[in-house]
């Protein structure tokens, strides 16, 4: 079993930055693709970012390219999500996921991920 913990959510003003993480325990961190998912207010969950186990491969989303960069230290159990240009329409829910194990590829598809965080809210203001 594999237990997720993400930090770092918070209110910011457009423009503003925020560094998401999400710890992992419960078991070995090896092995998994990671990712990042959020729910925007009254909408469906939705793909943000994701990341292989060797951290080689990373998909973004459309809305996030070029101003969300997602990494990972493996020693410390730990994926991060650094949002840089924040936008009101990135106000959401967000989620990171875990793939199960050795499913090492980073993946889009929240249906690809077996153990997932409680979330943590981030609101951007204009």
């Known amino acids: 079993q594999v237990q997720l913990v993400e930090s770092g959510g918070g209110s910011v003003q457009a423009g503003g930055s925020l560094r998401l993480s999400c710890a992992a325990s419960?078991?070995?961190?090896?092995?998994?693709?990671m990712g990042w998912f959020r729910q925007p207010p009254g909408k469906e969950r939705e793909f943000v970012a994701a990341?292989?186990?060797?951290?080689?491969?990373?998909y973004y989303s459309d809305s996030v390219e070029g101003r969300f960069t997602i990494s990972r230290d493996n020693a410390k159990n730990t994926v991060f999500l650094q949002m840089n240009g924040l936008k009101p329409e990135d106000t959401a829910v967000y989620y990171c996921?875990?793939?199960?194990?050795?499913?090492?590829?980073?993946?889009?598809?929240?249906?690809?991920?077996?153990?997932w965080g409680q979330g943590t809210q981030v609101t951007v203001s204009s």
């Open positions: 996921a875990v793939r199960s194990p050795y499913k090492a590829a980073a993946s889009t598809h929240a249906f690809d991920y077996q153990y």
């Open positions: 419960g078991r070995t961190f090896s092995n998994f693709g």
């Open positions: 990341i292989s186990w060797s951290g080689a491969t990373t």
